[in-house]
């Protein structure tokens, strides 16, 4: 039975300094949510006034409805995987699991049967005898996912739980919470601050900046139409470049802009007025060097070409002195040092007006 | 011609051995020089005397005339013929039994309670340290005493409710407890480590908990206890040899006499007063090597069963 969650104008306070911003969101039954932003944005603190670990300072928290403001955080029916794993270095991996529903109260032939089917879906029956400092770090992550399974909670709650992994395990492990997910059908809410991971593995990213939700949406329309500037260089590997342009003309089906020294034609109209300063944000994967792929955007000095076997990497210069990054498929021969002309397709490309909203 | 080549074959050598040996001096010789006020104390303060002491107990030695050897002689009269001996036993061991646990879970009582984040925690840890700084003292075994007495200020606070107090440090029955309690009074070196030990517990192993439903106290059991079982073993260890080893409280409020009835009498003091009031050096270096094989055994005994308790993270 999936649940949902209803924040809203959530407000978190340290004393005098507010540090969440009064925060709405509505998390779907049975989806999976990642919060996303840079260190400081806030979403830890979100994800623990969900869990009942901060106490919230303003607004109201629902849980299917009810109010969970003042309920303490076991009685809320949530699920917490920590960054740290939180394992009990005492106890067995058998313990571990079982800890919560001990303390519930549960006999042993209540607990058994659930701790051993969690460990059958996270294949971790041969270590359910060790101590967590015997066990690899994916399998005390396994564990710490184990410890939230057995209690079926309404929610589970993950704290950027593959921090600590090395890439390879994180690709593994990513892969296996998306098939839990799948699996047991609970509403989940993970946070992160790696965009690759939101972009995997949400149903719905919430995009967080300084205690305020930047954008909520599926990972392709905040890829797609970024609200602001802010999510457009947040989401998307590599980040998307950003040039100084100026507007020059916009009528009811085109803009036409001075970017890098070159005047470009747009087939949409840029809300803002002729003459007006904007960004002109294109993605490194959405610019060509041929002809054939767009309008000519800017020449471009090739300072450092990065070989990655299935693409290849240009950092540049343009003329006017701003970088630019270009991701070609395939291994491409340019040489560091040479000119190349980087050409977009306008219909892919993102205007910011002054104060970072898409234009 | 050979014998020739043979002596500047050993000139050659000894340049050689020359150039090694100051080289080693160029290279180490400020560290050695560094080393030789410790290396002096050790061997002239520790060691030496340690080995001499050993060599003691097997002699008859009255400071004045040569030591006459005697073997075992002391030891033997120690557990046949020495009723004071045992009566020494007797009270350190009770001294160590209750002083020790009593300091332990009052240190950490304390400890715990300084943890959960108050203000002003720095200036309570001082507070609650100071009495371990003056605590082996002989001023504040001279204040005991007058706490202590017939006439002092426990009995004057218990005359408020018309209780009649005894004299504690005479009563035979209560003198040792005096000595307890004042050891216990001195929890702030315990409590300090306590402390320390507690600040390295990661608070998401609480939030966990918490999460799980536990209780502060099963918490507190479940979590806090056995996460602290190295620092638990590490002062149980500490405070035991201190415990065996106190001296100056019991010298004081007895007045040197271990009294009343040796109610008071300290293994270490029994020691002091074979040695410097009766002069029996060899006797009393027995005793003291009977201390150290007994806080030795104590100490193995605790390092043995650890591997049973003492949960290590890594």
């Not at chain 1, 059958?120 to 400092?133: A, F």
């Not at chain 1, 929610?155 to 839990?180: G, T």
């Not at chain 2, 371990?132 to 003292?137: I, P, V, W």
């Not at chain 2, 005493?145 to 004299?167: E, H, K």
Request: hydrophobic letters at 50%; a neutral charge.
């Amino acid at each position: 039975m999936a649940t949902s969650v209803t924040l809203t104008k959530i407000v978190k306070r340290y004393g005098e300094v507010e540090v969440i911003h009064g925060v709405d969101l509505e998390i779907v039954p049975g989806q999976f949510v990642v919060f996303v932003g840079p260190s400081g944005c806030g979403k830890s603190t979100l994800l623990r006034m969900i869990a009942g670990l901060e106490p919230i300072s303003g607004g109201d928290m629902l849980i299917d409805g009810e109010r969970m403001n003042q309920v303490p955080a076991a009685r809320r029916g949530i699920a917490m995987v920590f960054q740290s794993y939180a394992l009990y270095p005492h106890m067995s991996v058998y313990k571990n699991l079982a800890f919560g529903l001990e303390t519930a109260g549960l006999k042993d032939a209540e607990i058994r049967p659930r701790v051993m089917r969690a460990a059958e879906i996270l294949r971790i029956v041969p270590l359910l005898e060790r101590k967590p400092k015997q066990l690899s770090g994916g399998q005390r992550q396994r564990v710490a996912i184990g410890r939230a399974i057995v209690r079926e909670p309404r929610i589970f709650l993950f704290d950027e739980p593959l921090s600590n992994l090395d890439a390879e395990l994180r690709v593994q492990m990513r892969v296996e919470i998306a098939k839990l997910h799948r699996e047991l059908g609970n509403t989940m809410i993970y946070v992160t601050h790696d965009q690759v991971e939101a972009m995997t593995m949400a149903d719905t990213i919430v995009v967080l900046n300084g205690g305020h939700v930047e954008q909520v949406g599926a990972p392709l329309d905040l890829y797609n139409a970024p609200r602001n500037k802010f999510v457009a260089g947040f989401i998307g590997s590599p980040k998307m470049n950003f040039l100084e342009a100026r507007l020059e003309a916009v009528d009811g089906v085109g803009s036409a802009l001075s970017v890098a020294g070159t005047r470009m034609i747009l087939p949409r109209a840029v809300r803002a007025t002729p003459g007006s300063s904007v960004q002109f944000g294109v993605r490194p994967e959405h610019i060509s060097l041929s002809e054939a792929d767009g309008l000519r955007l800017a020449d471009l000095r090739v300072d450092l070409v990065e070989q990655l076997g299935g693409a290849t990497m240009i950092y540049g210069t343009t003329a006017d002195g701003q970088t630019l990054t270009v991701s070609l498929d395939g291994q491409q021969d340019v040489a560091r040092g040479s000119t190349v002309t980087a050409h977009v397709d306008p219909r892919r490309v993102h205007i910011f007006l002054e104060d970072g909203a898409a234009g | 011609m050979t014998a020739r080549a043979d002596a500047s074959i050993d000139i050659a050598a000894g340049r050689a051995n020359r150039s090694v040996l100051s080289r080693f001096w160029e290279r180490n010789g400020a560290g050695y020089m560094f080393l030789v006020p410790w290396l002096i104390g050790f061997f002239g303060l520790t060691l030496g005397p340690a080995l001499i002491s050993l060599y003691l107990s097997f002699t008859n030695f009255d400071l004045l005339r040569e030591p006459v050897w005697v073997g075992t002689a002391n030891y033997v009269r120690m557990v046949t013929a020495d009723p004071k001996f045992a009566a020494s036993m007797r009270v350190t061991f009770s001294f160590v039994l209750f002083s020790v646990p009593l300091k332990l879970c009052f240190a950490l009582l304390v400890a715990v309670a300084l943890n959960r984040g108050m203000r002003g925690l720095p200036l309570y840890r001082a507070v609650f340290y100071l009495p371990s700084l003056l605590g082996a003292s002989v001023a504040i075994a001279v204040l005991w005493r007058q706490l202590f007495a017939a006439d002092g200020l426990v009995n004057m606070f218990l005359a408020n409710f018309g209780i009649v107090g005894p004299s504690w440090i005479s009563n035979p029955n209560y003198s040792l407890w005096t000595l307890i309690v004042l050891s216990v009074w001195q929890f702030g070196s315990p409590m300090i480590i306590f402390l320390a030990g507690l600040r390295q517990i990661p608070a998401d192993m609480y939030e966990a908990a918490s999460l799980d439903g536990a209780s502060r106290w099963r918490q507190f059991y479940k979590i806090t206890l056995p996460l602290l079982t190295p620092v638990i073993f590490f002062n149980a260890v500490v405070q035991t040899i201190e415990a065996f080893k106190a001296f100056t409280p019991a010298f004081i409020i007895s007045g040197g006499t271990g009294g009343p009835i040796n109610s008071t009498l300290f293994y270490t003091l029994y020691l002091y007063q074979e040695a410097f009031a009766y002069f029996r050096m060899g006797y009393a270096s027995a005793l003291a090597w009977v201390l150290v094989v007994i806080v030795a055994l104590f100490t193995g005994f605790a390092f043995l069963t650890s591997k049973f308790w003492v949960h290590y993270d890594d």
